[in-house]
């Protein structure tokens, strides 16, 4: 029988939910220690029925599926030599209730849990930390998660520009996140606050407000 991952290496910092906003914040090392010259991408996976998935239960005959109430968001960045900001794109999916290419399809509609790319992502490799890039997004969270009060995360970055690299979260035996597998993904208990040391986000050009929650990657 599969089993939901376990939680990931995430520090979440929330008091209350006031807002219905979730903001991410991801510290990772660049390419090199020059400053710009960094591309990559980060894929977000998202389980917004998380209670469900642990009770082997989902919206697909197959529990393990990504479902409709699913995310996934593809975010490619690139930052010029010397440069400090990085140009963004971004594509969100909802599940598809398939293995493969069919495990995610187009939104066609349904609600999109990354509002406004333009203003909702923000990825930097900052003057005063050369050698990393801070990657920021604020995500609205659907009622059903806020009730829920629990999240399935997933995340895997990949840097494309001179020397390669991969991070994962989880990191598992099955190389995960499977983009195919909801329970490969992390749980997150967004009413349990627990703080990290290191990185302190800026989310410089979101609004953040003082009781948001908070999920620090380092």
């Known amino acids: 029988m599969h089993r939901a991952a376990p939680p990931g290496a995430l ?64 975010i490619t960045y690139a930052i010029t030599g010397k440069g400090s900001t990085a140009t963004v794109s971004a594509t969100e999916q909802k599940g598809g209730c398939a293995t493969g290419s069919g495990a995610w399809v187009s939104l066609a509609g349904a609600t999109a849990w990354l509002v406004n790319a333009a203003t909702d992502i923000k990825i930097k490799e900052p003057f005063s930390d050369t050698g990393f890039v801070h990657i920021e997004l604020k995500l609205s969270l659907p009622a059903a998660v806020i009730t829920d009060d629990r999240l399935g995360l ?53 609004a953040l407000p003082d009781r948001a929650p908070f999920l620090w990657v380092k």
């Open 154 to 206: 997933g995340l895997q970055r990949v840097t494309t520009s001179l020397a390669a690299s991969e991070e994962r979260l989880p990191a598992t035996d099955a190389g995960g996140p499977l983009s195919d597998d909801v329970y490969t993904w992390s749980t997150i208990e967004l009413s349990m606050p627990a703080r990290v040391s290191g990185f302190a986000p800026t989310m410089a050009g979101l």
């Open 11 to 74: 520090g979440l910092l929330t008091e209350a939910n006031l807002t219905n906003s979730l903001f991410v914040a991801i510290r990772v090392q660049g390419s090199s220690i020059i400053q710009g010259n960094e591309a990559g991408q980060l894929t977000v996976y998202l389980d917004g029925s998380r209670p469900l998935t642990l009770s082997d239960v989902g919206s697909c005959s197959a529990p393990q599926l990504p479902g409709a109430e699913d995310r996934r968001l593809i």
